[in-house]
């Protein structure tokens, strides 16, 4: 009987364990979508829509959309409109993953120079947080 309580308490402490540590894994990166298109044309545009989840029995499908899940180890994801909100002609779209986050670490969107470019960009943190259109979610928030 004591040998059996022993087996029974370690095989808890190695389930806590594993579980644990999972929780830690999955909570070390967030993901940021990765993208760039131009006009009316690509996949990264408003209205966005996440790419397929990969299905195995088919691992082509997911070569078709050019958006990417990436991990992003700061946790800060931006996305990018080349041109002016509202023209989308000739507008370019780019969503990814800030190398590191704002120095005043909150959220926003505004006009900035880039480049010698002016461009409109949001920086947000959280997991996927730029699939969100610029007008919607927690970025129309954030421009209020």
Request: charged share 20%; hydrophobic share 30%; glycine share 8%.
């Amino acid at each position: 009987m004591q040998l059996t309580m022993t087996n029974l308490s370690m095989s808890m402490m190695i389930l806590v364990t594993i579980i644990l540590r999972t929780e830690a894994q999955q909570e070390s990166y967030r993901r940021c979508y990765t993208c760039r298109s131009r006009g009316e044309l690509g996949d990264c545009k408003d209205t966005f829509s996440p790419p397929p989840p990969f299905n195995a029995s088919n691992p082509d499908a997911s070569l078709v959309r050019h958006v990417k899940e990436n991990p992003c180890y700061s946790g800060w994801c931006y996305k990018q409109v080349d041109g002016e909100i509202g023209d989308s002609s000739n507008n370019a779209m780019e969503r990814g993953c800030m190398v590191r986050k704002p120095s005043d670490g909150k959220e926003r969107c505004a006009y900035v120079m880039k480049s010698y470019k002016r461009v409109f960009m949001c920086f947000c943190q959280g997991d996927q947080c730029n699939g969100v259109g610029v007008l919607a979610g927690r970025f129309f928030i954030i421009m209020i």
